[in-house]
């Protein structure tokens, strides 16, 4: 962690304090600031001390928010007892000098669900990959699934003016059956998730993770920290796009190097709960894959 991050985040404390559930205060009202909720408690687990009143959690009277599909997932949760499923397809290409790689990742599916309080969410994902490898005028096939992933969303905050809403991520990647793209381990990670509403048209977020990885060549662990940010705009009440830049910067690996990327997209709404949505990218350096292409669907039941 930088020396930055370690000045931002005791400020962060500072300015934080418990919601009224987390004091032990009484709170028996299903609507929370005009935010329709299915629980009886807090939709955040602290507000700001700058506007303790704030209002937080999810919206089910909105349209769905979803994690997809950018690399910065949602700062919010789904809400008590809402299931929100999200599928989607990518398609990668890197080439070099030792040959080229295409990659294509299929259904992707995230299953996100709401548990006892409107701050908590439950996440398991498990994605079927397809790899083709060309090199000295050979080509060979994989296919399988990558690793179980497994993890928890914690709203942590409502937005209260230029203080970010926010969200933790405690997550990791569990063995699975796969014979060629498992990790043998299990892999812990956290991922930090800030956003700001800049006006009714205009927001932005941005996300921080630290995970446990292995060198694809050597086999041994290292950290890896990835960051992004995001510009979203709505260009009609069912159109939404997006930029971003993200980028892995691996700490301690023998041959893995940092990735950066590029990449936009939009999503439709074609309903409150149903949303689907197109994206591309391009590496920017030498270790990123050079671009890839995706589209996903994501359904939300309450």
């Known amino acids: 962690m930088s020396t930055l991050q370690f000045r931002i985040l005791p400020l962060i404390l500072t300015l934080l304090v418990p919601t009224a559930a987390v004091r032990g205060d ?20 602290f507000t700001w001390s700058y506007d303790p009143d704030a209002a937080g959690g999810p919206d089910l009277e909105a349209p769905l928010v979803t994690d997809r599909p950018d690399f910065t997932e949602a700062s919010s949760t789904v809400g008590v007892g809402v299931w929100q499923v999200e599928f989607g ?24 669900y709401g548990l006892s309080e409107d701050w908590l969410e439950f996440r398991i994902a498990l994605f079927p990959v397809n790899e083709r490898v060309r090199a000295a005028g050979a080509s060979d096939s994989t296919a399988g699934t990558e690793d179980l992933y497994l993890g928890f969303k914690l709203s942590l905050t409502p937005q209260a003016g230029y203080l970010p809403e ?9 063995p699975t059956e796969s014979r060629y793209f498992t990790n043998d381990e299990v892999l812990p990670g956290v991922n930090w998730i800030y956003s700001w509403d800049l006006n009714d048209t205009f927001a932005t977020a941005g996300s921080t993770q630290f995970n446990r990885a292995i060198d694809e060549v050597t086999g041994n662990t290292y950290t890896e920290w990835a960051q992004s940010w995001t510009l979203a705009t ?22 893995a190097r940092v990735q950066h990327y590029f990449n936009g997209g939009f999503t439709f709404l ?33």
């Open 234 to 255: 709505s260009l009609s009440d069912e159109l939404g796009m997006y930029t971003e830049w993200f980028a892995f910067f691996p700490n301690g690996a023998d041959t």
């Open 270 to 302: 074609l309903s409150d709960d149903i949303q689907f949505d197109i994206r591309a990218g391009v590496g920017l350096n030498d270790a990123a894959d050079d671009y890839f292409v995706g589209t996903g669907l994501s359904i939300r039941s309450k």
């Open 166 to 174: 926010m969200a933790i991520v405690p997550q990791m990647t569990v």
């Open 89 to 112: 397809y990518t398609y990668s290409y890197d080439n070099s000098a030792d040959g080229s790689v295409r990659g294509q990742s299929m259904g992707e599916p995230l299953l996100r």
């Open 26 to 45: 009484l709170f028996d009202s299903t609507v929370l600031e005009g935010r329709e909720t299915n629980s009886t408690g807090p939709g955040t687990l």
